[in-house]
């Protein structure tokens, strides 16, 4: 792998973190306007966790399920399955495995698709 490939993955993983993070500042399971009522990293320490789930293939159930444990297991509030799945659907839209590819990503072998996306 280049220097180049190398720049060019890293900015990809920060720019997959950086979409997630937002996201997850949109769901805001305990309320707490992070930026405004709360430190605006809140929720930021999930989302690399799940940018690897979804570029290794993640499916929309399991990334909502994902969801569910981190709001009930983790941080303690009641369950609510459909935010979750809207959530979801959202994260696999902005980063899914063919979302945010740079030119030098493009020019990847198919036959590795997630190689440049794991951590």
Not at 40 to 49: F, K, L, T, W
Not at 68 to 87: A, L, S
Not at 100 to 107: C, H, N, P, V
Request: proline share 8%; glycine share 6%.
């Amino acid at each position: 792998m280049t220097r180049d490939d190398e720049r060019a993955r890293k900015r990809t993983a920060t720019n997959r973190v950086s979409r997630v993070r937002a996201i997850l500042r949109r769901w805001d399971p305990i309320a707490v306007a992070p930026g405004e009522l709360a430190p605006c990293d809140e929720y930021d320490g999930y989302a690399p966790r799940i940018v690897s789930m979804v570029v290794q293939g993640c499916p929309m159930e399991r990334l909502r399920m994902h969801l569910e444990v981190i709001r009930v297991g983790m941080v303690g509030v009641e369950p609510n399955p459909d935010r979750n799945r809207e959530i979801a659907g959202e994260v696999i839209e902005a980063i899914g495995p063919n979302k945010i590819r740079g030119s030098q990503t493009e020019a990847r072998s198919a036959s590795d698709p997630l190689a440049e996306d794991t951590f």
